[in-house]
């Protein structure tokens, strides 16, 4: 059972940088693809960046310039560093895996394993 634990979440004034991490265990090899999410109060949650098994990332078009996600396969950690934060990146943040491919797009339903999430917040 693939288990996700995020860390790094916290409150930053517009402009500063955070990054998070996920604690990814209970599986062998590197055939999980992941991605992180995030969901604001009200708002349906949304696909960030996702990075698939062989490297290539994707990004949702609010973030690209200003988040990078990376995996450093040997220590089965995932990172997002977000860089240039806005008040409207304040959420809560996933990470999340599953196994297999990407097919493009970063979908909630597309991924079978979730961590419990890490709370952002920019402030203005």
């Known amino acids: 059972q693939v288990q996700l634990v995020e860390s790094g979440g916290g409150s930053v004034q517009a402009g500063g940088s955070l990054r998070l991490s996920c604690a990814a265990s209970?599986?062998?090899?590197?055939?999980?693809?992941m991605g992180w999410f995030r969901q604001a109060p009200g708002k349906e949650r949304e696909g960030v960046a996702a990075i698939d098994r062989d490297g290539s990332t994707s990004y949702a078009d609010s973030v690209k310039g200003r988040f990078t996600i990376s995996k450093d396969n040997a220590k089965n950690v995932l990172y997002l560093q977000m860089n240039v934060l806005k008040p409207d990146d304040t959420a809560m943040y996933y990470c999340?895996?599953?196994?297999?491919?990407?097919?493009?797009?970063?979908?909630?339903?597309?991924?079978?394993?979730w961590g419990q999430g890490t709370q952002v917040t920019v402030s203005s």
């Open positions: 999340a895996a599953r196994w297999g491919p990407l097919y493009g797009g970063i979908y909630p339903l597309d991924f079978g394993y």
């Open positions: 209970g599986f062998t090899g590197s055939r999980l693809s």
